[in-house]
């Protein structure tokens, strides 16, 4: 009776001691207090990004785009209709590049980095300074869900997060701003007039309306 009496009390006071623990590992976690790795490469303003250059596994060569301050166009052809929203995300990106953690060892040909699966050139004007600067990305870690990242002139070797590359991880074609289709509210169409060569018209039905209401929905640009 009594081994089991002081059986009890180790049992009790065992999961006392790991509630504890656990809050201790909660509040350790929560207050941030966790060593930061990350290292700031770069720290610009979008608007200081007036150039971009970057070739990716998929693209045939490299591809230039420049901005006036408002637009972004396609160097090598200015009426290219180049997406101004996956451009702007492209500036942002390299505005501020963060790496996840700097490595203390290893060689280009270790990473990838000798021939980098993307190879990205950013022209910065910051007030009088004007800088340009070549970044290359490589192997995949999948453990991490990082690449592998250097920059030129620099031996130092990064892994920075997947996300960065995938802001470059487009073709030309893939580039192309598209139309955007106009939004209609449906609850306010009172008649639908529709013409065919020669031939017109004036649909005031409900029903029919809410079926061309349908049709227009599944229009795709």
């Known amino acids: 009776i009594a081994l089991l009496a002081v059986l009890l009390i180790l049992f009790a006071a065992y999961f006392v001691m790991r509630g504890i623990n656990q ?38 060569g490299a591809l230039t785009f420049k901005s006036d301050g408002e637009t972004w166009s396609l160097a090598s052809d200015p009426n290219f209709p180049a997406s101004q929203t996956k451009l702007t995300a492209m500036a942002s990106a390299l505005s501020s590049v963060t790496a996840e953690v700097q ?4 060689s280009s040909d270790d990473y990838g980095l000798a021939e980098p699966a993307y190879t990205v050139t950013a022209s910065y004007q910051a007030g009088e300074e004007s800088v340009s600067r070549t970044f290359y990305i490589g192997d995949y870690n999948s453990f991490n869900d990082c690449y592998y990242f250097s920059e030129e002139g620099s031996e130092n070797i990064y892994m920075i997060a997947s996300s960065f590359a995938e802001v470059f991880d487009y073709t030309q ?8 289709k106009p939004s ?26 809410e079926v061309i209401s349908g049709l227009y929905d599944g229009l795709s640009t």
């Open 184 to 209: 209609i509210d449906k609850e306010s169409i009172t008649s639908v007039d529709i013409s065919a060569g020669t031939v017109s018209r004036t649909i005031e039905d409900a029903g029919e309306i």
């Open 103 to 106: 490595l203390e060892s290893g």
């Open 173 to 180: 074609k893939e580039l192309v701003q598209t139309e955007t």
């Open 23 to 60: 809050k201790n590992e909660a509040g350790t976690a929560d207050s941030g207090d966790g060593e930061d790795t990350s290292v700031v490469l770069t720290d610009y303003q979008n608007a200081d990004v007036k150039a971009i250059t970057f070739k990716n596994p998929e693209s045939d």
